[in-house]
């Protein structure tokens, strides 16, 4: 009779563990897959100047595909800055965001846990140039016939700042900031704005990354006289990314349906965007970020993100 009743109690408490376990592992997967998602990109952008409503359409447009591709409910969340996206995913007020790989890369390095998803290509390519681009009767033909002119670069992202001081970097230009080496800087608020003072003679030369030039070019036919003409090293657009506590089987469904979106017909509205820039969704490796981490690395050896933010101040002031 002792042998049963111990036998008994045996089971009650294996059972009261396992009961324990499941329990534990639905907590834990209730926890990893959320109801719902959130999406978020930066409106403020230095291609076209302030976000349109057309704009915001293509991004919902791109939560409403990733929803219902992949099977998850994403709800998409607009931010002012890349900086407020990252801020965002964080202090887990978002699970998704649409960044540059600097940043994505600078958030590693500060401790911050994250997974990279899938990033958009431009020619087919990963990686792709900026560029000063001038008129195309101009003079300037290299990175030494700027020195002294009038330049716009974008003091909305760091990295433009960073590629221009590693441009002459590789051109062993030195010089303690870029004040020192150009004679002034334009005050136009967006790429388009800046083209526009090209042509009319009031700048020099505008830096830009090369695939936002076929965007440009193409919302004016006075455009067609300027042309990216000095090119830096190659380095990553944008990509997807998530929060570590994402889970991984979630990560892959909306990574494999962003992979689609270019030939879905239901992601037309976000799609065309791209049509421009010969664009698609491409996987990303570990691997495809050492050329870039070599830039961050370089960057931050030479105080060039200090240098940067003390101009970007200044630049945001005028």
Same mark, same amino acid.
């Given at each position: 009779?002792?042998?049963?009743i111990?036998l008994?109690?045996?089971l009650?408490i294996?059972?009261?563990?396992l009961?324990?376990?499941f329990?534990?592992?639905n907590?834990?997967?209730?926890n990893?897959?959320k109801q719902?998602?959130?999406f978020?990109?930066?409106?403020?952008?230095?291609t076209?100047g302030k976000?349109?409503?057309?704009?915001?359409e293509?991004?919902?447009?791109?939560?409403e595909?990733?929803?219902?591709?992949?099977g998850?409910?994403?709800k998409?969340k607009?931010?002012n800055?890349?900086?407020?996206?990252?801020?965002?995913?964080?202090?887990?007020?978002?699970?998704?965001?649409?960044?540059s790989s600097?940043?994505y890369?600078?958030?590693?390095?500060?401790?911050?846990k994250?997974?990279?998803?899938?990033?958009?290509?431009?020619d087919?390519?990963?990686e792709?140039?900026?560029?000063?681009?001038?008129k195309?009767?101009?003079n300037?033909?290299?990175i030494?016939?700027?020195?002294?002119?009038k330049?716009?670069?974008?003091?909305?992202?760091?990295?433009?700042y960073?590629?221009v001081?590693?441009?002459?970097?590789?051109?062993k230009?030195s010089?303690?900031?870029l004040n020192?080496y150009?004679?002034?800087f334009s005050?136009a608020?967006?790429?388009?704005d800046?083209?526009s003072?090209?042509?009319?003679g009031?700048?020099?030369?505008?830096?830009?990354?090369?695939?936002?030039?076929?965007?440009?070019?193409?919302t004016d036919?006075k455009?067609k006289?300027?042309?990216?003409?000095?090119?830096?090293?190659?380095t990553?657009?944008?990509i997807?990314i998530?929060r570590?506590?994402?889970?991984q089987?979630?990560?892959n469904?909306?990574s494999?349906s962003?992979?689609?979106?270019?030939t879905d017909?239901?992601a037309?509205?976000?799609?065309?965007?791209?049509y421009?820039?010969n664009g698609?969704v491409?996987?990303?490796?570990?691997?495809?970020?050492e050329?870039?981490?070599?830039i961050?690395?370089?960057?931050k050896?030479n105080? &060039?993100?200090?240098? &940067?933010?003390n &101009?970007?101040?200044k630049?945001?002031?005028?």
């Amino acid at each position: 009779m002792k042998k049963i009743i111990l036998l008994l109690l045996f089971l009650i408490i294996i059972f009261i563990c396992l009961n324990f376990l499941f329990t534990r592992h639905n907590e834990l997967n209730s926890n990893t897959k959320k109801q719902e998602y959130i999406f978020s990109s930066h409106l403020q952008t230095a291609t076209l100047g302030k976000t349109s409503d057309a704009q915001l359409e293509i991004y919902k447009n791109l939560a409403e595909f990733l929803s219902k591709k992949a099977g998850v409910s994403i709800k998409y969340k607009p931010l002012n800055t890349m900086e407020d996206v990252m801020k965002a995913l964080e202090e887990g007020k978002s699970d998704i965001g649409y960044v540059s790989s600097e940043l994505y890369l600078l958030a590693l390095e500060s401790g911050i846990k994250l997974k990279h998803g899938v990033m958009f290509t431009f020619d087919n390519k990963k990686e792709h140039p900026y560029c000063f681009c001038v008129k195309l009767n101009s003079n300037i033909k290299s990175i030494q016939d700027l020195k002294g002119k009038k330049v716009y670069i974008s003091p909305i992202y760091s990295f433009d700042y960073i590629m221009v001081r590693h441009m002459l970097y590789e051109n062993k230009i030195s010089v303690n900031s870029l004040n020192e080496y150009f004679g002034g800087f334009s005050k136009a608020i967006s790429h388009k704005d800046a083209f526009s003072e090209l042509i009319a003679g009031e700048t020099d030369a505008v830096f830009v990354p090369k695939y936002s030039t076929k965007m440009i070019f193409a919302t004016d036919p006075k455009f067609k006289d300027v042309a990216p003409i000095i090119c830096s090293k190659s380095t990553l657009a944008d990509i997807f990314i998530f929060r570590s506590d994402v889970d991984q089987e979630i990560v892959n469904k909306i990574s494999e349906s962003a992979i689609k979106c270019m030939t879905d017909p239901d992601a037309a509205k976000f799609k065309f965007i791209f049509y421009t820039f010969n664009g698609k969704v491409v996987k990303v490796d570990d691997k495809d970020f050492e050329s870039l981490k070599e830039i961050i690395s370089l960057a931050k050896k030479n105080d &060039w993100y200090k240098e &940067w933010e003390n &101009w970007a101040k200044k630049m945001k002031k005028q």
